[in-house]
């Protein structure tokens, strides 16, 4: 696989940057979606509640301005007590009944309603005196009332008041059309100031990027945004119908410019997961770096080991795995360093063992070869007693002269300290007696070669001054060693004769060296995996045990 094939760093630094990734991908994703149906519902309430806002406006100034015309045509509809004319009033009764009218119309008048007028079929009118009818009858609306003779309502901009003309009105005509009512074929004309409500329409053009469309209940359109752009079927559409006259409001909103906030959030999420990629790359590779730096280093350090170079030391400045690795190989270094001082050691031990044999080799050959020639005169002469003590001094020599170094079987030792026996025995007669106790089964376990005689020799030297004594020898297995006692009670030694018993002794001193090669012959093959202890009484005798690792003779060969 091609993973397999990367270095761990970069397995590390895809690994970490896939982690902090993908969490981080999946909560931007999450807090987009989140946020953008969270704009995008209260954008639609909004445009819901501004639609709402525009009806419920529209429907007030409606029933304002119907529930005036009501109540006005139904007082100009009782001709028993209203008693207007076509014409300006000039009689006082005349215009008494103009006042009756103006107070009515001035009632009816509220704050948004710019003007209610009363148009006679004559062209005057009741209903004050900033209103000019000349400019007026420019309107369409009235043209069209004039024309169709119905009621007409519209939007438009009125330039027919003197002073304070509105930018918008809302106007309403009705004719006045009456069997017994007063003013017949005349016109009531109720105009409402809409720019309140134009003022709220611009801003949400403005803040919604919307266009607004007022029609009427025949779907003719009283108002409209000034846009240009055009109406696309993707456009984002709320309606409203008013209670009154069934006009259609609707708000229309650009799909784009609807979601244009949802964009926004969305390039903020994406400028967010970029910056956290630069920063989870940028922590990634520092951490893996650091992370792979510390394996280098030890990888290095293995390698210069491998070549033999063991002054090699980690520095360990924590306490992680790492850390540990390395206080461990440190560790390791350290023994193998010491392990190679000591078998350079034994080394140096066998090579002064060998060296000594080969310098102390020409004297002992002279001595055997000089005692085998007296064991024949001594046999020619018919001296039998001192041709048996030449055969086994001979046979004593022949092992010590064997000078390589090599472990025996127990059975070979024990044959070799016989003779030695033999020769004790016809030295000092029966005066003292060997007692050996060993399982048959360990003959054939290994031990250094002439480690028996030399510690046999200090007894007979030492302890036995006329040679008579017991001496017991037992051999024995203890787990995965082997246990040799040899015990004597002979005149013992001091603690301080005891303390240098296996120490080897100055240049100038004679003797006492046998103990010392033995320890030396235990080490040489079992490096510290070996005891020997020695224990002694005055007058009572010495106690040596040695155990050493269990090891045998290969008897299938």
């Known amino acids: 696989m091609f993973i397999n094939r990367l270095s761990t760093q ?9 982690v902090a990734l993908v969490p981080l991908l999946t909560l931007g994703i999450i807090s987009y979606l989140q946020s953008s149906k969270v704009v995008n519902g209260k954008l639609a309430n909004y445009n819901h509640f501004a639609g709402e806002k525009i009806k419920t406006q529209l429907d007030q100034i409606l029933v304002d301005m119907y529930y005036g015309s009501s109540a ?19 009689t006082y009764s005349d215009f008494k009944e103009m006042n009756n009218l103006e107070r009515l119309l001035q009632a ?14 004559s062209g005057y009118f009741y209903g004050g005196y900033d209103f000019k009818f000349d400019l007026f009858k420019k309107q369409e609306i009235w043209k069209r009332s004039v024309w169709s003779g119905n009621p007409s309502i519209g939007i438009y901009q009125p330039t027919h008041y003197k002073d304070n003309n509105p930018k918008h009105v809302l106007g309403l005509i009705v004719p006045l059309k009456y069997s017994y009512g007063v003013l017949n074929n005349g016109y009531l004309l109720i105009e409402t100031d809409v720019d309140d409500l134009f003022e709220l329409m611009k801003v949400l053009e403005k803040d919604l990027h919307s266009r607004i469309e ?13 846009s240009k752009e055009a109406a ?40 967010g997961i970029g910056i956290s990629f630069l ?6 590779f520092i951490f893996s770096n650091q992370f792979t730096k510390k394996i280098l280093n030890l990888k290095f350090a293995i390698d210069e080991v491998s070549k033999g170079i063991f002054d090699t030391k980690l520095s360990i400045h924590t306490k ?4 540990k690795l390395s206080f461990h190989f440190n560790r390791m270094v350290d023994k193998i360093k010491q392990l190679m001082e000591e078998i350079k050691q034994k080394e140096l031990m066998k090579r002064e063992a060998e060296m000594k044999a080969i310098h102390y080799q020409i004297n002992p050959h002279l001595l055997f070869n000089t005692l085998n020639t007296i064991q024949w005169k001594a046999r020619l002469d018919g001296n039998k007693e001192i041709g048996q003590m030449l055969l086994h001094l001979s046979k004593v020599l022949e092992g010590n002269l064997n000078f390589s170094i090599e472990l025996i079987s127990i059975k070979e030792e024990l044959e070799a300290i016989e003779h030695f026996l033999v020769i004790q025995r016809l030295r000092y007669g029966d005066h003292f007696n060997f007692h050996l106790v060993m399982d048959e089964k360990l003959s054939n376990g290994l031990i250094p070669r002439m480690t028996l005689q030399p510690m ?24 995965e060693y082997f246990r040799l006692s040899l015990k004597d009670n002979g005149k013992g030694m001091s603690q301080d004769k005891l303390n240098t018993l296996f120490t080897r002794p100055e240049d100038n001193v004679r003797g006492g060296i046998g103990l010392y090669n033995v320890k030396q012959k235990f080490q040489i093959y079992f490096g510290k995996d070996f005891l020997i202890r020695a224990d002694s009484v005055l007058t009572q005798g010495t106690f040596i045990t040695i155990s050493w690792p269990k090891r045998w003779r290969d008897t299938r060969g």
């Open 456 to 479: 046999l020799e200090n007894i007979f030297f030492h302890a036995f001054e006329d040679g008579e004594g017991i001496i017991e020898l037992e051999i024995l297995e203890s787990g």
């Open 279 to 284: 920063l989870a790359s940028m922590l990634s």
């Open 108 to 121: 009816h008048k509220k704050s948004n309603i710019r003007g209610i007028y009363v148009i006679t079929s």
């Open 214 to 226: 007022i029609k009427n209940e025949l779907g003719q359109s009283l108002y409209h945004s000034t």
């Open 10 to 18: 970069k397995k590390l630094f895809i690994m970490f940057l896939i």
């Open 72 to 90: 006005i045509q139904q007082y100009l509809a009782d001709s028993t007590a209203v008693n207007l004319r076509h014409q300006e009033p000039k």
């Open 232 to 271: 696309r079927k993707d456009d984002i559409i709320w309606k409203e119908q008013t209670n009154i006259n069934n006009w259609n409001v609707e708000i229309r909103v650009p799909r784009d410019k609807f979601y244009q906030s949802s964009r926004v959030i969305f390039k903020i999420v994406l400028i």
């Open 320 to 323: 992680d795995e790492i850390g």
